[in-house]
């Protein structure tokens, strides 16, 4: 039988499995599709993915263009995850499932040499279980329990209360089953490692952390300005960033209006809700929705304010902001994760007040804003290039071709008497 392995050196090109949620696009699933942008470059990608309502074929052209092949199913929706509850899976497990999927996930490793699947976020790791023979990994990205903790105080729906009261009970149980057959799982930040550890005290798991495309992201100029203008920017149907779309427009924005004669505030990002839409042209406050490339609206002369008091992971958006080298105010959760520091590569508000004086400091002075987007600039080059990302994604690939398959536990049931 032909070895397949290969040294940690990375000394050949790899055959990879993505197997993700979403195609991956710089609008649903970023870390995925920057991972996209680096490996397929440098080795064989396939992408088996979960095709969401709002995406079109147009999005695995893209991924296409990126060098890697992309096929796409449709979930198995609300009437799946409602049968998930009894089968004692996360709702989100249940959203997720896709017999197409699987079928072809299973012809593809029976057909093709394949080095090493990667499963994108804890609700694909069922097509994980039973599928022997081939080293796994899974990116968990962020602690979807440390999620749901802190996002439930701020829910006012009571069904979605009710979604992620269930969610938080039986994610625990099914990472413990995706665990037994994974060779690795991924998460992006020590804060999301921390409390990952409370229910997995012993998991394989090692932190890669997000990654921006500086060549994309890069600093520009809109010119001559008067006024700066404030820029939120984010998926505008996600839950975090409406709950901090509107703590900022009911308890900061007053605040800087109030200082600042005139300033606008621009909300920028795909798919805005209807509250999110109502929002537009209300007291200096502009949305501008589903624009083409984000780093298009991202400007020094700008203010980037990221007013989050709901979320797990690390932010994107905030690495794209500040690779672009804009002065960025940030809520402690906001730049969580992260190895910046305040008044040198960000400035941390932890009220409303604070968050106003912060925003009218960067407008009132010129020099300070353009040194902390500068250094906060550097910061990224230093440790979130795509480059450094993707060397440490390389270098866990190739310790898990060289461990090879993991064995998955033989349960009791099949033990016989002894």
């Known amino acids: 039988m032909e ?48 095709q969401l309502p709002v995406q079109t074929m147009d999005d695995t052209v893209r991924i296409a263009k990126l060098g890697a092949n992309a096929k796409a199913f449709r979930p198995g929706g609300v009437t799946s995850a409602f049968l998930s509850v009894f089968r004692g899976e996360p709702l989100r497990v249940g959203w997720c499932r896709s017999s197409g999927l699987r079928a072809m996930l299973r012809e593809f490793v029976q057909k093709h040499s394949v080095d090493v699947v990667h499963f994108d976020r804890m609700r694909m790791g069922q097509y994980a279980i039973n599928l022997p023979g081939i080293p796994k990994l899974i990116d968990f990205t962020d602690s979807m329990a440390l999620y749901l903790e802190r996002s439930m105080p701020y829910r006012i729906s ?35 490692l921390a409390r990952f550890q409370q229910d997995h005290p012993s998991a394989p798991i090692e932190i890669i952390q997000n990654g921006v495309n500086t060549e994309e992201f890069v600093p520009q100029t809109r010119g ?4 700066p203008r404030c820029i939120i920017t984010g998926s505008l149907f996600y839950f975090p960033n409406i709950d901090a779309i509107r703590y900022y427009e009911q308890e900061i924005w007053p605040r ?38 984000m780093s298009d609206q991202l400007y020094q002369e700008d203010v980037y304010v990221c007013p989050l008091r709901v979320g797990a992971g690390m932010r994107n958006k905030l690495l794209e902001a500040m690779a672009a080298g804009m002065a960025v105010v940030t809520s402690p959760l906001g730049c969580e994760g992260l190895g910046v520091r305040h008044n040198e590569h960000v400035i941390v508000a932890e009220n409303p007040a604070q968050f106003a004086e912060a925003i009218v400091q960067l407008v009132n002075n010129p020099e300070f804003r353009t040194k902390l987007g500068m ?26 071709i060289a461990e090879g398959p993991i064995q998955p536990p033989v349960k009791n049931g099949n033990q016989g008497t002894k």
Not at 5 to 33: A, C, H, Q
Not at 158 to 165: E, P, Q
């Open 3 to 50: 070895d397949r392995r290969i040294s940690p050196e990375i000394n050949g090109k790899m055959r990879i499995l993505f197997v993700t949620p979403v195609i991956p696009s710089e609008t649903d699933g970023r870390r995925p599709y920057n991972f996209l942008r680096y490996l397929a470059k440098r080795h064989q990608v396939h992408v088996l993915a979960i």
């Open 158 to 192: 009571f069904l979605d209360r009710i979604v992620d009261g269930y969610d938080l009970a039986t994610i625990p149980r099914h990472e413990t089953k995706i665990l037994e057959h994974v060779n690795l799982g991924l998460l992006c930040s020590d804060v999301d």
């Open 224 to 227: 001559d300005v008067a006024l």
């Open 256 to 293: 800087v209006r109030m200082r600042v004669r005139g300033i606008k505030t621009e909300i920028i990002g795909a798919r805005p809700t209807p509250e999110i839409n109502s929002l537009n042209d209300k007291l200096g406050l502009i949305v501008k929705a589903n624009v083409k490339r």
């Open 375 to 400: 250094q906060a600039r550097q910061y990224v080059e230093q440790n979130h290039h795509l480059d450094i990302i993707g060397e440490k994604l390389e270098q866990a690939y190739a310790r898990i």
